[in-house]
């Protein structure tokens, strides 16, 4: 049969078109030959003899389920040539029969999957790598507007899929991000889409990226530097558009030696500690900590999506609470409860901390409740929805957000319930269990207890749960004067 053609390397419709047909005339996968128009192999001859899938009669539709649908059309914008008759194979087969789609460890399935994670790693990449250039434009007897500019090169055909999000952060900004295939464009109303530019397109460095160059060096931690997990965070290729990436050699050239002077300078504990970010987390997170009020950061976390736990989740469960409160209570992440319903410590979990605080003669309405990353990680056993403990990403690409908070509230005490917690408040490994009851000053002078997190006790033995909540609610307890003026000081180490 004659090549098959799409408009472009992201026609889902015309391909999903031809797929029916193909189907319903019982051409295999194998005979047939597709031409993507914008391919970095196309050939224009090549496409003018092919057939426009577009063209095709219009063939019965196909039923095949949405858990394969809605990641096939991610696979379909990967680059690699096996896609198509990979998603066209795939496609027959379920539609055949619908259990063909459960079997996990089919060829097809392992290399689907293989796709479609690096699909999704590349849209993540790029939300996380773009890094925009400020240009002023001049038009006749108008004010000057500045436009943001980046150029970028992904490795898949990603760009339409990623830009949302930019629209979505940026939404009051006018900008552009440039690649090899295609523009896209953002006024502040709607995205539009050209054709592809040249590096030369985009602008130069700027006093703006000089400043930012300033702090990415004045956070760089010589005395954490792990150069493996930063290649894999910020994969080498990205490296050549990321203005930082260039000082990297630098920084680390001369890192043994900072190291060895914040050694002697009896600075090695205040540098693992909040303030100086490794430099994967500070790529991942990508944001420095901004002063806002409590509600706007709120709002402005309910659109985040800077980790792929995000996309996950139903929801961003952001803190809650009294905004002049003096203590702030940080979990873990939230559970499956507190996804559903929006709200931090409404599970289980939860249940046990609210039962704490009457037990304490704590008003839970003079707190602040939030957890060190907001969106619910976890997998699926079935239809189960089972808790996966955050990796550093995630709390990394998080961090920003709890700090925002801390900024904004300004407590005088923190309660860091369970490691996670603990790590992201002080910037370094916590071990809960030996440190229970213990306050850690954090370096902008705010006091964090640490604390074992209501979920340890409910996971606890039968046996020991009764002993292991006395001894939480005891060191719960010491925070008790900090939040409440008129309470007295517990008898322990506050
Ligand atoms: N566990 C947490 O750490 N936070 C919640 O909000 C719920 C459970």
Redesign the pocket.
């Known amino acids: 049969m004659s090549p098959l053609s799409l408009a472009t390397v992201t026609d889902w419709v015309g391909f999903s078109r031809a797929v029916r047909h193909l189907h319903a005339n019982k051409v295999a996968a194998e005979d047939v030959r597709w031409r993507l128009a914008g391919a970095a192999s196309d050939d224009l001859f090549a496409i003018a003899d092919a057939i426009d899938a577009h063209s095709l009669p219009d063939a019965p539709a196909m039923h095949l389920p949405k858990s394969f649908v809605a990641p096939a059309r991610e696979v379909f914008l990967h680059a690699n040539e096996d896609r198509l008759p990979l998603l066209h194979r795939l496609a027959v087969r379920i539609a055949h029969d619908a259990r063909a789609w459960a079997d996990p460890l089919h060829a097809d399935r392992l290399q689907f999957d293989r796709l479609h994670r690096e699909v999704k790693r590349e849209i993540h990449k790029m939300h996380a790598f773009v890094r925009f250039r400020p240009i002023e434009e001049i038009a006749d007897d108008c004010p000057s507007v500045t436009r943001h500019v980046a150029w970028f090169e992904p490795a898949h055909h990603i760009v339409e899929a990623a830009a949302p999000f930019f629209a979505r952060r940026f939404a009051t900004l006018r900008w552009a991000i440039l690649t090899p295939r295609v523009s896209v464009q953002w006024d502040g109303r709607a995205l539009a889409f050209g054709p592809g530019a040249q590096r030369a397109d985009a602008p130069c460095a700027d006093a703006g990226e000089a400043l930012w160059l300033a702090y990415y060096r004045s956070i760089f931690n010589p005395a954490r530097v792990k150069v493996a997990m930063m290649k894999k965070e910020m994969p080498v290729r990205f490296w050549k558009n990321l203005p930082e990436a260039a000082q990297i050699g630098a920084l680390l050239a001369e890192a043994p030696r900072r190291e060895q002077r914040m050694i002697a300078a009896g600075g090695a504990e205040r540098a693992r500690k909040r303030g100086s970010v490794d430099i994967a987390d500070s790529a991942v997170s990508g944001v420095p900590v901004e002063a806002a009020d409590l509600e706007s950061l709120r709002r402005r976390a309910a659109r985040c999506r800077d980790c792929p736990v995000a996309d996950a989740a139903t929801q961003t469960?952001f803190g809650e609470g009294n905004a002049g409160a003096r203590l702030m209570i940080v979990?873990?992440?939230?559970?499956d409860?507190?996804d559903l319903c929006g709200r931090?410590?409404?599970?289980p979990?939860?249940q046990l901390l609210r039962a704490a605080f009457d037990e304490l003669g704590w008003d839970a309405r003079r707190l602040y409740?939030t957890?060190a990353v907001k969106h619910f990680h976890h997998e699926l056993r079935g239809k189960r929805r089972l808790h996966k403990t955050p990796g550093q990403q995630e709390a990394a690409a998080c961090l920003h957000w709890l700090e925002a908070e801390i900024a904004a509230l300004r407590p005088q005490a923190i309660v860091a319930?369970?490691a996670?917690?603990a790590r992201s408040l002080l910037g370094r490994d916590v071990g809960v269990r030996a440190s229970e009851g213990s306050w850690v000053d954090r370096d902008d002078g705010v006091r964090v207890l640490i604390c074992l997190?209501?979920?340890a006790i409910l996971r606890a033995e039968e046996s020991r749960r009764a002993a292991l909540r006395a001894r939480w609610i005891d060191t719960l307890r010491q925070a008790g004067p900090h939040a409440f003026a008129d309470m007295a000081p517990a008898g322990g180490a506050c």
Do not use: Y
């Open positions: 469960v979990g873990e992440q939230p559970g409860h507190e931090p410590f409404n599970g979990a939860g409740l957890n319930l369970g996670t917690a997190h209501p979920a």
